[in-house]
């Protein structure tokens, strides 16, 4: 099965404005969450063995000390 992953435009110019190796190193573990929408160290829901979170929203790309500035 596979996903389909959505990146808000706002996310996506801040992709774009990433230098092109840092890019490839956020690109690739996005673009995989439509194959593996559970890596290793997802949640588990308290209270429903088996049942996992599965919404990934992204709203921002960027450094993590800027990032959560302002949310």
Avoid: F, Q, W
Avoid at 39 to 53: D, E, Q, S, T
Wanted: hydrophobic share 45%; net charge positive; proline share 6%.
């Amino acid at each position: 099965m596979t996903y389909r992953i959505v990146i808000l435009p706002s996310a996506r110019n801040e992709l774009a404005a990433l230098a092109v190796d840092m890019r490839k190193r956020v690109d690739v573990p996005i673009m995989s969450l439509a194959t593996n929408l559970r890596p290793p160290g997802v949640k588990v829901i308290r209270g429903h063995k088996g049942l996992c979170r599965d919404r990934v929203v992204i709203v921002r790309i960027g450094h993590r000390r800027e990032v959560y500035r302002g949310l």
